[in-house]
């Protein structure tokens, strides 16, 4: 079930039957297609499509309301960058450009080597350690810019 | 022994699960059991190890992996001077003892993934209750009387929607939590999910029984993966016990809940939306009327209310209403919680009866300002709400006073801003996050939206005209009476405030081109104080585009032709020598 | 739902079905709620934010379209707060709204010509449909087409490609066509009003205004001082350029209308403004400016300095004029032009151009600065008379300051500064001052002035100071101008005399219109078309007489012209509900300017429907319908906030999508994001008409609407669920109805 782009559908073959006849459930689906893929391949799109009976135009309209969806593959290490009022009161702006200049990448970019994605995202909650962000479902909190290149230093080395 | 490590998600990101794994490697489980809590609210002392011996509880704070063993230590020998110096102080206690909790009452006490822990300490009493006791309109009597009002921000009274929700027509109804917290700067509803999920079950079911409802759906944002894990978990629980499914407590009422996940948009919080959400749409707000209590979820009756309205339930339903109510002011009764951040020196999860006032929360709980700075203004309700000044932090808290100010109660977030804060950029923080979360429906929000953005970027890049506040007032009017739903309506409030408290602050940036707190980087001169600068060319090997001159060991000086105002120069002195004006 | 609900809209007790919306309970008793995001035919959305209405007591306003009637409802649709909230909605829409509503020609021309109109038309081979379209504004195109200066060409976006579109040239094309036809085009009259107009002053404003009002019913009189009709037509433009048998057929048609002509007729000697007032119900001042501009320099008054306008003037009406072999024009405009190759083709042997700055800077045709060189005038660049030399009291010279040029002065034109002392003498027989025209002010006693001594004429009701006479072209406000100027005036003049005789006050305003901001940049990618020449009279051919220089275009010609067009003006202008709307409130969305969509790169047709989500509005209409009436979804809303945009799913282009081409959401499309091609080659904004009938085509019968252009069917538009899916296809249901019909 490998579709020309390499994409192995028979990954979401049986949430989505599982899901296909409920209604309501375009959300969960495409959430559970993320996690498979790590983000939303057009092949699997035009699969649910075909299957849920949803047309794509539809789908691709819900999908890109929602800012967790991705389209494209992102890096390994995903830097989620909180964008909340607190972390903006005490400086996220900074931490920011320290990404930036730090990787080389912008909001909603991915490195050349594939290593990092950049993204800003909603409040994370955790505003009493303002700057936050978060790599990969760890949260790294009080930044500081040296704080901030150490962090990324290191995931680079471990690589 | 008991030791119970808080592990909310800020606990987390402060280390509290390497501490958890560290005492759970190392601790003589004979002398002492080892278990978790969710969050109790004191964020800036995480991460929390709450240690229980006999009656006495010692609260040990900022635990980092190196007490770990002086912790399974004092678990031997009860040798206090071994824990004593991450004791928790008396003034830090204060944080804690100057509140009143209801809706927190068990967070960061009880183990939020353990059923047990929730009925012992007195959890699923109220429901049986209601159950056998009460009928769905006893229960939105009791409510009423309780003065409960819709804690997500608008303050409605919950009662009168239960009952709305009660009398409509139909067999299939729907009760819906509102979990979508998104106002980027408050985190009660996630606290409480993580740290006492049952309450908000037996909240819920309790609400259910009341409208009628047989079935309950938790809209949570995707952004709170440890809340939804916690809750899913609890729901497993309840189920298992009877506290939800078939025939509830033995009797005829049913009812199930389940957990739909939020993917990223903080107009699904608005009722509407959220249903559109839920149903696997785009979240855009439908029209009012018909409103969800007569056409919500699949067109069926449906109530929406919010995490904390829900947390306060159970406690209203066994203490009774007048309890609750003899809390507060005339307008407002019970509690409130607040999220208190920003440049606080305590910050964390407040918790106080309505009628406190600002003053109470940001110095007497929160201790004041960081740093010794001035206190400048307090931001609450987030993007829906507005900037109160200094000289108005005597006002009450309820929801007329806040009102009157032009703030909002809000949700919660309270963002404390010191001098250091610019008031004009802050309201462009807030446009930009309601410009870039509209939902692009209507056109008020839309483009009007995008506009003030607009106007307020050029104001914070040196570019305002002249007659750019009123433009911007003109927009605030328009988009209130216009937009489509309520993130529409109130996003003009974060503009409206700060230029009716800060309307210096604008005037300032357009016809000075300065900005008084050097926040607007476009705005700023570098320059660097000769008197501290020792020479030590860390500045000028930094700076991106060679605008600084001057030799080793003598002061340096910036070119403000070549500065492009980086910032770096500042970043990297070690003096403070770099000044900005 | 049998009950009825009982409530007040603006002050009118009505009695709706319950259940009803407040925007249908107003349609259905006669009062307009505007809206742009509503159709019955789909569910409501409320986006558009302009059907609100105010309820009293009620703290918000309403969306009408979702608010249902309530008894007792008090409801105001044009409060105050109601059209301020619809405004700052226009405002905001407009704002973020790309495109183009009229070509910039057509905005150029001050007649508001349809110029992208009929050069379409005639790009179609629809020569007699552009020539209606014309004559919708210009009653003299044959002579129009000739001489004037088209402010539409200098706005042509094709000159930011190449050159121009020859857009007075087709104009004069189209306009022969009819003039050598046998049927020439007579517009459709309005039954007699029994009311008079006078006219004083038979030019191009004169004869305009006149038209207009004969075709709304009237009674029309043109008074004129000159043997013959046509006034600076006639008068001030040499034979070469628009012979005198093209006016006298133009004036003739207009005649033909029932317009009464007096000429040699002189105001002040002949007739009194008193008189004329007395026996009409609105007297019109067109008397244009007939006095030539002194230059005030010393020997002015010699013998043989002759005014630019008097001299050509006296050429046409056959006077002689003595000028001799060496003729000096003063003077850089197009009446210099006119008369120094009028004299050329006198004789003279020595013809002579001063002006004070260079020919960057003059203000004539450069075509006809091209072609006087040609013709062997002398162009004497920054020169300016200082003295006319004179020999017993004839001209025998003229002494010129040297100039330069300075600072750029308010016109925005480098100022010339004379070079102190330096000089120069050249010998003359004669002076022409072509520097300027005024108002002769003879019989206007009792008229108010401006302070430049023209009459001073409100500019959007031409009103002047005595109720009931109105002043139009040269003679008023700013004085003279170019002919096209005149011709707008009398147009609009026409309108606004037209309702002064129907008892109606009014102001005549230009409408709003989006208008791009286009540059060469923009144009990069499109394939340069070389303008095509219209054949004319080479320079020895012409210099030795008064035979026209232009001949005119082939159709063969004119057609390939005609297709260069860029096609800017918006196809959807003559139905654009937004801009219709948004031209009801006094909007000016400028002051919201800000970033605006620029995803279109007209890549995204198929055979039928182009879209562009530049002038999207996100009403949802087209996204709704094709989902909730089709159940297609061809296309869908992507993105959210200021970025979303209506898309098929993964940017497809529509061809590649479900789409059947019913055209619903075509029609639905409030503006001109969704558009679709009629059967003409080259596509024009036109105003079609409609008929609804039955298809014949088979034997279902399905309801469809013919939209039709002149007597020619353009489109075939499906008007229910059968026509929508016919099993045909679109394109061929197209090609069988127009068949049938």
Redesign the interface.
Known sequence: MSSKNGIDLSLIQDMVEEYKDIKGSLITILQKTQEVYDYLPEEAIKYISEKTSIPCSEIMGVATFYTQFRFQPVGKYMVMLCQGTACHVNGSKKIMKTINEYLGISDGETTEDGLFSLKCVACLGCCSLSPVMMINDKTYGSLTPEKTREILRQLKEEN | MKIVVGQGSCGIAAGAAKVYDGLNNNLDKSKATLTFSGCVGMCYLEPIVDIYDDDKMTRLVRVSENDVDNICKFAQTKDYSLIENITISKDDEEFLTKQTRIALRKCGIINPEEIDDYIQSDGYTAIEKVLTTMSPEDVIETIKTSGLAGRGGAGFPTWFKWNAARQSQGDEKYLICNADEGDPGAFMDRAVIESDPHNLIEGMIIGAYAIGAKHAVVYVRAEYPLAIKRLQKAIDQATEKGFLGKNICGTEFSCDMKIKAGAGAFVCGEETALIESLEGQRGMPRLKPPFPAQSGYWNKPSNINNVETFANVTWIINNGGEAFAAMGTENSKGTKVFALTGKIKRGGLVEIPMGKTLRDVIYDIGGGIRDNKEFKAVQLGGPSGGCIPAELIDTVIDYKSLGATGAIMGSGGMVVMDESTCMVSMAKFFLDFTAKESCGKCVHCRIGTKRMLEILERITTGKGQENDIELLEELCFAIKDGALCGLGQTAPNPVLTTIKYFRNEYEAHINDKKCPACECAEMLTYSIDKELCKGCTLCAINCPVKAINGSVKTAHEINSEICIKCGKCKEVCKFSAVKLS | MADKINLIIDGKQISVDAGTSILDAAKQNGIYIPTLCHDDIVK??????LC?VEGEGMP??M?S????AAEGMVINTSSQ?VV??RK??LE??M??HEGDCKAPCSLACPAGTDCQGYVGLIANGEYDEALKLIKEKIPMPASIGRVCPHPCEKACRRGLVEEPINIAGLKAFAADIDLKSENQYIPQMEKETGKKVNIIGGGPAGLTAAYFLRLKGHDVNIYDMMPNMGGMLRYGIPEYRLPKKVVDKEVELIQNLGVKMHNNVKLGKDISIDELRKNSDALVLAVGAWKSSPMRVQGEDSQGVYGGIDFLRNVVLGNKVEIGEKVAVCGGGNTAMDACRTAVRLGAKEVYIIYRRTRNEMPAEDIEIKEAEEEGVVFKFLTNPAEILSKDGKVCGIKLQKMMLGEPDASGRRKPVEIEGEFEEIELDSVIMAIGQKLDSFGLDNIEMTSRNNILADENSFRTNLDGVFAIGDATNKGASIAIEAVGEGGRAAIAIDAYLNGIDINIRKPYYSERNVTAETLKDKEKIAREIVPQLEADERKDNFTEVVKGYSCEQAEKEAKRCLECGCREYFKCKLLNIANLYDIDPD??A??KPTNYDGKDANEFIVRNTDKC??C?LCVRSC?EVMN?????????????DV????KLPLNE??CNNCGLCVKLCPTGALTERNTMDKQVPLNEKYVDTTCNVCEKNCSITLAYYGNKIIRVIPNDETSRNCHLGREKLIEEVIKLK
């Open positions: 409501v959305y409320g986006a558009c934010g609100v918000k306003l969306r379209c979702s608010q249902k707060r301020q909230a700052v909605a905001l829409i704002s973020a002051r919201f800000g970033e509005i996100l949802g989902k297609i979804s061809a296309i869908g809303l992507l993105s959210r906030g200021f970025k979303t898309s098929p799913a993964f999508t479900d």
